[in-house]
């Protein structure tokens, strides 16, 4: 299996710009995960998805900020407009979910985000 | 809601030693999970080992050990005949078992292994 699968690893951008970050989980997975790691506030999640579905996306900074999940096999996050305090390494991770039972979270290789 | 705390942000050992790493959280949940994950300087976030709270037996994965004092709230890493290799940020983390199993982390150990 390929793992967890996220583009662009890294991307910089001017403030302003709109920013879109991709992420293929492990197939057969039903959970999805955007965390954020910042050395101010550490590792923290953003939003997470459940068959497709946003569960909890109380992490979510603002509403500059958005994340879908169109299908089982891909998500994004978006940022428009970026601003220089995004700056951060965001990671996608994926587990299998099934009432009661941990499913172990597969980390993807995080983007680093830089916004000038 | 759940809180995860390491109050060691950085820690240096000599290969071959013997190193914990410290870590408590608070929970009012009665099943949960504990966890603690590698990130070494690619970057990735790699799982080294995983307690379940309802188990009293501690968990180990080789040369990696936990001592999980649930009375305590504390859940340390102890790893044995350090090498090279394992010198990373360690984090700490929790989840509970029903709902979200969204993972809560700590802030952070830098562990330094000297040859």
């Known amino acids: 299996d390929a793992g967890v699968i996220q583009s662009p690893r890294h991307e910089v951008t001017e403030m302003g710009q709109e920013v879109t970050l991709r992420c293929k989980p492990i197939?057969?997975?039903?959970?999805l995960f955007w965390y954020r790691q910042t050395m101010m506030r550490g590792l923290e999640l953003l939003i997470y998805?459940?068959?497709?579905?946003?569960?909890?996306d109380s992490g979510m900074p603002e509403d500059r900020f958005s994340a879908k999940m169109p299908n089982a096999s891909f998500s994004t996050l978006k940022i428009q407009p970026s601003e220089p305090r995004d700056s951060a390494v965001y990671f996608c991770a994926s587990s299998f979910y099934s009432g009661g039972k941990l499913g172990e979270q597969y980390f993807g290789p995080g983007t680093r985000l830089t916004v000038t | 809601a759940q809180t995860v705390t390491q109050s060691q942000p950085e820690m240096s050992v000599q290969e071959a030693e013997t190193v914990t790493l410290s870590c408590t959280y608070d929970t009012s949940e009665n099943n949960y999970y504990l966890f603690w994950y590698k990130q070494p300087p690619s970057r990735q976030m790699i799982l080294v080992i995983r307690?379940?709270?309802?188990?009293?037996q501690n968990a180990t994965e080789n040369r990696f050990s936990v001592n999980f004092q649930k009375a305590a709230k504390s859940f340390s890493l102890k790893i044995s005949d350090s090498q090279l290799g394992d010198t990373a940020m360690y984090f700490c983390a929790s989840t509970k078992i029903q709902g979200a199993q969204k993972l809560v982390f700590g802030q952070g150990t830098r562990l330094t292994i000297n040859p």
């Open positions: 197939s057969g997975h039903n959970s």
């Open positions: 998805f459940n068959n497709n579905v946003p569960i909890d």
């Open positions: 307690q379940e709270a309802y188990k009293q």
